[in-house]
């Protein structure tokens, strides 16, 4: 939920003759809150069963999961929906977005909706904006993505379920082969390693932040690919996280 004072500052970029799209591709924030803004600037009171925030390791995980493939738009007859792609490769991952989502918001339906090789995942809730504040127009990797502080302090008590979530939407856990020649003999080796891929240099940081925490020792691979490769670093992300399934 966006405070009184940045809803202030947002209208008075519109009050110095700038246009709604404008504003909302500098700020970050979705046409539809600022024109409701220009109706009612206060935010809304908890009588109204919009709190602005969660908190678990069912929020933790979910909001890694939306921050690599998920999306928020506004419906035609009011509300919002959460949209979360989810590969159809891994039923286990679908499965366990839709439990999430129920535990987030256990008053919402949450319906699936399949594609070709995928499966879109989607609750609906007029809440999802202050639950999610990162959405917004345009790419992630585009514009600046930073939790909130109240966001911020879920992932601090839940780090492994929010690291999860990241990994089941952008990561993967792959083996690698290799074949050495050792005294003329030929060996073959393999050895597992974890990758989180993300265009967002805003994501791809609070990943590694939250590895560090962790103490999960990491590398980055190229511009957009973490690295979690040392024996000891894959032991434990595969007893917190372990492979898609």
């Keep these: 939920?966006?405070?009184?004072?940045t809803r202030r500052r947002v209208l008075a970029l519109l009050g110095e003759g700038r246009s709604?799209?404008?504003?909302?591709?500098m700020t970050g924030i979705s046409?539809?809150?600022?024109?409701?803004?220009?109706t009612?600037?206060?935010p809304a009171r908890s009588g109204t069963d919009c709190t602005g925030r969660a908190s678990g390791?069912?929020?933790?995980?979910?909001?890694?999961?939306?921050?690599?493939?998920?999306c928020?738009?506004?419906?035609p007859r009011g509300g919002h929906a959460l949209r979360i792609a989810?590969?159809?490769a891994w039923p286990g991952l679908i499965d366990a977005c839709e439990e999430a989502m129920r535990a987030v918001r256990p008053g919402n339906s949450v319906c699936r909706a399949h594609t070709q090789g995928c499966t879109m995942v989607t609750p609906y809730s007029d809440h999802w904006p202050c639950l999610l504040p990162q959405h917004g127009p345009g790419r992630k990797h585009e514009r600046r993505i930073v939790l909130e502080p109240w966001q911020q302090a879920v992932v601090d008590v839940q780090p492994w379920?929010?690291?999860?979530?990241?990994?089941?939407?952008?990561?993967s856990r792959v083996v690698n082969r290799v074949t050495r020649n050792v005294a003329g003999e030929t060996r073959r080796y393999e050895y597992p390693r974890y990758f989180f891929t993300n265009s967002s240099g805003d994501i791809r940081r609070l990943c590694t932040d939250t590895l560090d925490a962790l103490g999960v020792p990491w590398r980055q691979a190229n511009a957009c690919n973490i690295s979690v490769a040392r024996r000891e670093a894959v032991a434990l992300m595969d007893r917190f996280i372990g492979p898609k399934h």
Excluded at 1 to 5: F, N, Q, R, V
Excluded at 20 to 25: A, F, G, I, T, Y
Excluded at 31 to 38: E, G, T, V
């Design 1 to 5: 939920m966006y405070d009184l004072e």
């Design 20 to 25: 709604l799209n404008s504003v909302s591709r």
């Design 31 to 38: 046409r539809s809150a600022i024109r409701a803004w220009r």
């Design 40 to 42: 009612r600037i206060e």
């Design 57 to 70: 390791p069912a929020y933790a995980y979910l909001l890694g999961l939306h921050l690599g493939d998920g």
């Design 72 to 75: 928020i738009s506004r419906q």
């Design 86 to 88: 989810c590969a159809d």
């Design 161 to 171: 379920d929010f690291l999860r979530g990241l990994i089941h939407s952008d990561g």
